[in-house]
């Protein structure tokens, strides 16, 4: 007698995204693409599955990723070590020295897609999650630096998150970090009794990760030890000021964190984090910096890169907080009373289209209330209204649905269909 099937189950930490919610992964990704667009920035695609030493090189080996949280094996075909990627950058270094995309020019790039690490499962981390990465490579100077973290400022408008705080450091150059590193094994040496197992295992690979640490105990020792601003150089210090001082020119608010240290190996000089109490403790929504020595370190020639990595698991759970009903599966849902009217929708609804608009027409002969509250379900901004009287006249009604939308305009109105486009990009 056959046995009955056991059923699978998605693996821990890997997580479906059904049509609901993948509606809102869409709505906000082709948003993150305009916004990249307008920047300059272009698309590459690197593989998910590297050779395990870019990473343990590129990202550092006394780190949590490398130490404990990459996905790695060996290939039966022919022994070698290969790993799925836990983050973006290394493989994005790898592609441009590979393919020589520095020769002429600097570039500004960015990928979106799935990571991979083995850590414990919990509120906004998964062990397969996305990320946006942008990268600038090639670039020199505070401007640069300033310029992505203007570009997250406007995202974070654009997505209306106002609970999204900026902080920022500068890690220095290497042979100050290397003058810091000292004092740091000797304040610490001095503490040992203070120090957890991770901490103790750290101390002389990589004793600046220390200060990152998660251990509340050990937050005192932490605080009280040196710091590496005091041993930053003048042109160091005059990049960092010119960053600041940048971003006071934008009106992006910053706050100074000395601990801000980066989980990864590769950073120098700038390194921010963008933070949110709004996500328990998983509060870092992006992180990047600067990590000039990266692409000469994976074998390229010496080149200035700086970066950022966006969550999107966060940051869609943050959206979803800032727009009643989550985001937006479209613009507009248009809504009728007869089959006339359905096809005079349909048509319009084209139109629409043709303007970039993202429309859903209701398919099916349902009353008005059943439609609405399935275009309220939507999170459109608007619903278009197709009934008799707007049929007879050649008009359609616009209904507002989002609250700030109605607030700002009157919240029904009566259009020509001529007008209907126009009427809508006032909104939307």
């Known amino acids: 007698m056959m046995q009955p099937f056991q059923k699978v189950r998605a693996l821990t930490g890997m997580k479906d995204i059904l049509p609901d919610a993948s509606a809102r992964w869409e709505a906000i990704e082709d948003l993150v693409r305009r916004w990249l667009g307008a920047y300059g920035y272009r698309n590459i695609r690197t593989p998910v599955l590297e050779q395990t030493r870019l990473f343990s090189r590129g990202i550092g080996e006394v780190t949590d990723i490398v130490e404990k949280e990459m996905y790695s094996f060996t290939d ?21 020295i590979e393919h020589n995309l520095l020769y002429d020019r600097p570039q500004r790039v960015y990928s979106m897609g799935p990571v991979f690490r083995h850590e414990r499962p919990q509120r906004g981390r998964y062990r397969q999650f996305h990320q946006v990465d942008v990268e600038a490579l090639g670039f020199v100077g505070p401007d640069i630096d300033a310029e992505l973290i203007v570009m997250l400022a406007r995202l974070w408008r654009m997505l209306a998150l106002s609970d999204v705080r900026l902080e920022l450091n500068s890690l220095g150059q290497a042979d100050e970090r290397a003058a810091h590193r000292v004092a740091l094994v000797d304040y610490f040496e001095r503490h040992l009794d203070g120090l957890d197992d991770d901490a103790r295992r750290r101390l002389h690979a990589n004793p600046l990760r220390i200060l990152d640490t998660k251990n509340p105990a050990m937050q005192g ?11 930053l150089g003048a042109e160091s210090r005059a990049h960092f000021e010119g960053v600041c001082h940048r971003l006071e020119e934008a009106g992006v608010a910053y706050r100074l964190n000395p601990r801000l240290v980066r989980g990864l190996d590769y950073y120098n000089l700038t390194v921010f984090e963008w933070v949110t109490d709004r996500l328990g403790t998983q509060g870092t929504v992006c992180g990047g910096g600067r990590y000039d020595g990266l692409v000469e370190l994976l074998g390229g020639k010496a080149t200035p890169a700086i970066g950022f990595a966006i969550g999107m698991e966060r940051l869609l759970e943050l959206w979803n907080q800032a727009i009643a009903g989550g985001g937006r599966e479209c613009d507009v849902y248009v809504v009728h009373q007869s089959d006339a009217a359905q096809r005079v929708a349909a048509l319009a609804a084209e139109r629409l289209r043709d303007a970039g608009i993202r429309v859903i027409v209701h398919s099916g002969s349902h009353g008005f209330k059943s439609q609405f509250k399935r275009a309220d379900g939507s999170g459109a901004a608007a619903a278009v209204i197709f009934g008799e009287e707007e049929l007879s006249a050649g008009t359609a009604s616009i209904k507002w649905l989002r609250s700030e939308e109605a607030l700002a305009r009157a919240q029904q109105k009566t259009v020509p269909l001529e007008c209907l486009v126009d009427e809508l990009r006032l909104g939307i």
């Open 76 to 96: 039966t075909l022919n022994g070698e070590q290969l790993t799925m990627r836990p983050e973006f950058t290394a493989g994005v270094v790898r592609a441009a």
């Open 221 to 231: 020792l932490v605080d009280a030890a040196p710091r590496l601003g005091d041993f």
